[in-house]
């Protein structure tokens, strides 16, 4: 893909697995489903991540979830409302 951008996985032990993700997508979310690294539920506020990385978190049984990072800081979007800019480093953290 034309647009380049640095995914990390934060587990719940406080691993980091980086990606280096290019795609042709303009939305964070569909170029992380698209590549398998997202999966989650379509709810009332938009894609429920759950799984990350092949790691699955519920909050409801396990009381953690997967939180959404754009440069470091707190999302104030959804993974697939949130527009790729290019060098930016996605995140999710298990919290």
Same mark, same amino acid.
């Given at each position: 893909?034309?647009?380049?951008?640095?995914? =990390?996985? %934060?587990?719940?032990?406080?691993?980091e #697995?980086?990606?280096?993700?290019? =795609?042709? *997508? =303009?939305?964070?979310?569909?170029?992380?489903l698209?590549?398998?690294?997202? /999966?989650?539920?379509?709810?009332? $506020?938009?894609?429920?991540? *759950? &799984?990350?990385?092949?790691? =699955?978190?519920?909050?409801? &049984?396990?009381? *953690? $979830?997967?939180?959404? $990072? %754009?440069?470091?800081a707190?999302?104030? /979007?959804?993974?697939? &409302?949130?527009?790729?800019?290019?060098? /930016? &480093?996605y #995140?999710? *953290?298990?919290?």
């Amino acid at each position: 893909g034309e647009t380049e951008f640095t995914f =990390t996985i %934060v587990d719940t032990e406080g691993n980091e #697995t980086g990606y280096e993700i290019h =795609t042709d *997508k =303009t939305i964070v979310g569909d170029a992380l489903l698209e590549l398998d690294l997202i /999966s989650g539920d379509e709810g009332e $506020y938009g894609l429920y991540v *759950k &799984t990350v990385g092949g790691i =699955t978190l519920d909050f409801d &049984t396990d009381g *953690k $979830y997967w939180a959404f $990072y %754009v440069d470091g800081a707190y999302a104030s /979007s959804g993974v697939d &409302t949130t527009d790729i800019n290019a060098g /930016s &480093t996605y #995140t999710f *953290k298990a919290e």
